[in-house]
């Protein structure tokens, strides 16, 4: 049978035969895909920035994936992700927060980290005095960096935004380390509250469109740090941050995240970083 069906393959035959093959391969995709949408319909309440958890090995990579950035231990970084998923008041305030959301009727009740906890860990272990955050949305990723930085022990967090619910999720003793600062985030992010004071990660969600993003790395460029991480949500289909980090000689990585669960098939986000962007 297997001389066979060498046989066939070798000649013009070979498409049509397969082709029954190919068509069941096909199906069982789709059926999984379509029985992830289904579940995803009738059990989720989101439209859009959806949320979810990753795949295990893919969690394990987003711990690589920080520790190259880094230069910190695998061993250390996931340590400090473990830290924020077993965070329990973090994750109380939060569902608290999606309950009672203006938003609430678009957001499910049950918080998802996603590769929002790879923010978490990079100011964990690189210690920033000020990151900024262009695009918060409801507050998800915002929320962890404060915590982040209240158990460093210092640092603060600017968020910007054009819509003035933005981040409605950065509640209780998180509000405390954080900035919230409604208005375009090219001005803001070009203005003297922040070109004076610097920025050690800035992290750019806005997703308006690629000129905005180009517009906003040329804004933020002059006030960044020597060791300065720069992340971008959408460099998975702009190339914004990777030509503007070759211009820089600066290195460039994307993670790309793979959904647990979800028919999404996952964004990731890239960073932008100097040689050496080791704390201390």
């Not at 158990?151 to 933005?166: E, K, Q, Y």
Request: aromatic share 6%; charged share 25%; hydrophobic share 40%.
């Amino acid at each position: 049978m297997q001389n066979l069906t060498r046989k066939i393959a070798a000649t013009p035959f070979a498409r049509a035969v397969a082709l029954p093959l190919r068509l069941a391969t096909v199906a069982r995709y789709d059926a999984r895909l379509l029985r992830r949408s289904g579940s995803w319909l009738v059990r989720s309440r989101e439209h859009s920035c959806f949320t979810y958890e990753l795949e295990p090995s893919n969690h394990e990579h987003l711990c690589w994936f920080v520790s190259e950035v880094t230069g910190a231990p695998v061993k250390a970084v996931r340590a400090h992700v473990q830290e924020a998923e077993e965070d329990a008041d973090l994750r109380r305030i939060l569902n608290e927060g999606l309950a009672t959301s203006v938003r609430s009727g678009t957001c499910d009740r049950e918080v998802r980290y996603g590769r929002r906890v790879a923010y978490y860990a990079f100011v964990r272990t690189l210690a920033p005095e000020h990151v900024v955050e262009a695009g918060p949305h409801r507050g998800i990723a915002s929320s962890l960096i404060a915590a982040a930085l209240l158990r460093n022990g210092s640092g603060r967090l600017t968020t910007v935004d054009v819509d003035p619910r933005a981040g409605e999720l950065i509640r209780g003793p998180y509000r405390g380390v954080v900035d919230q600062v409604v208005g375009d985030s090219v001005q803001v992010l070009g203005s003297p509250r922040i070109q004076e004071r610097g920025v050690d990660m800035v992290l750019l969600d806005t997703s308006v469109g690629p000129d905005h993003e180009d517009a906003e790395l040329a804004a933020v460029g002059p006030a960044l740090s020597e060791h300065a991480l720069v992340l971008s949500s959408r460099s998975h289909a702009w190339p914004c941050l990777a030509r503007w980090s070759e211009e820089r000689q600066r290195r460039f990585l994307h993670f790309d995240d793979r959904p647990r669960d979800h028919w999404h098939p996952g964004n990731g986000f890239g960073v932008s970083f100097p040689d050496r962007v080791r704390r201390g």
